[in-house]
């Protein structure tokens, strides 16, 4: 925002005429507008300046009622300055946003033609039921790595398609493939905790098998763990292919790029980092089957009980938001979704005060 059209902003907010003030006031900033959302796709940029028309509130007002006037003035004021803060929070989240998008850029531009020594193997945990089709299209992103020192560990969660029969023959065809099944469904979090518990790799990664990864994201785990050698845990950023669909709004929206920056306190109140991207070192840390729904933010909050992650500004997946019979299907229920939240924070906050 301009800062001589500051004055001219809170003096319409008003309804006052200060012919004296320089600059325009923005109607996107007084009182009631309404903010258009980040992610939808932009309308063509006016050149130029827009004409206002003059708002006006006669003086005559405060003469016949100055203290009604000064209440009202007051008012005004306070709801000017709590739109233009809202806005300026907007502003400062915008300004983060840029920023890691502009680092997963420099830093994948370095990771592109780095030479990366396949001594770390990686571990790539994956549960799956009745999506085949899926399943061979995340397969497929896992086998794609630029990284090849990899397994691929899938779980088949009792799936009554041909899932397994298209599986089994995937690992006949890659031995980096170890497939695993259950006779009858357990759902998500018992099939990771059933790799894990197979898993032989020097670091743990995550992903479903209704998205993809990233060519270069078991490559950027494998540099980041060799290069940063104390790092337990880390996040990289996930491409979402149409926010308003993934958030459940009417209309349509571009893809756009997530990466949080790592707030400890703001992970306590809700989740900031999807399943998808993160990565571990081996640890004794396991999914609990009762908040299946939430285990990817359970999972975090127990593997940075004592330490803090590193943020990797690589992409890691793709995220797809049009499948149909995703878990945040149930996220409707308000009632349901409290109930788990509050389960995940009291356990983290009794596991954390605990004493050592």
Request: contains cysteine; negative net charge; charged residues 30%.
């Amino acid at each position: 925002m301009n800062v001589v059209d500051v004055g001219p902003t809170l003096a319409a907010s008003l309804d006052l005429d200060v012919p004296s003030f320089d600059g325009v006031a923005r109607d996107d900033l007084l009182p009631g507008a309404r903010t258009a959302t980040r992610l939808r796709p932009a309308s063509p940029r006016r050149a130029g300046r827009r004409e206002h028309a003059p708002r006006r509130w006669s003086t005559d007002k405060m003469d016949a009622d100055p203290h009604a006037w000064i209440e009202q003035y007051a008012i005004g004021l306070s709801q000017s300055i709590h739109v233009l803060h809202l806005t300026t929070g907007e502003l400062q989240r915008e300004v983060e946003r840029l920023r890691q998008v502009a680092s997963i850029t420099e830093v994948g531009a370095w990771l592109r033609m780095l030479e990366v020594p396949e001594s770390l193997l990686v571990s790539v945990v994956m549960p799956t039921r009745n999506r085949a089709e899926r399943l061979e299209r995340a397969i497929a992103s896992v086998r794609a790595q630029t990284y090849a020192h990899w397994e691929l560990l899938v779980v088949d969660d009792a799936s009554t398609d041909d899932t397994w029969t298209r599986l089994t023959a995937l690992a006949d065809d890659d031995s980096r493939i170890r497939p695993f099944r259950f006779d009858n469904q357990q759902r998500s979090s018992i099939a990771r905790n059933e790799a894990l518990d197979h898993a032989k790799g020097d670091v743990i990664v995550y992903l479903d098998d209704d998205n993809r990864f990233d060519p270069e994201w078991v490559k950027g785990v494998a540099w980041a763990f060799t290069e940063y050698p104390d790092t337990q845990v880390c996040y990289g950023a996930r491409v979402i292919d149409d926010d308003a669909r993934h958030q459940g709004l009417d209309g349509r929206s571009l893809p756009f790029v997530q990466l949080l920056p790592w707030d400890r306190d703001d992970m306590l109140r809700a989740n900031r980092v999807d399943q998808n991207v993160i990565a571990h070192r081996p640890s004794p840390v396991r999914f609990d089957p009762a908040i299946d729904h939430f285990s990817d933010w359970d999972m975090l909050l127990q593997l940075t009980d004592d330490v803090d992650p590193l943020v990797l500004p690589v992409v890691a997946a793709h995220y797809y938001s049009d499948v149909p019979d995703r878990l945040s299907a149930d996220f409707g229920d308000r009632a349901f979704v409290d109930e788990k939240m509050n389960y995940i924070r009291q356990r983290t906050i009794a596991r954390r005060t605990r004493p050592s």
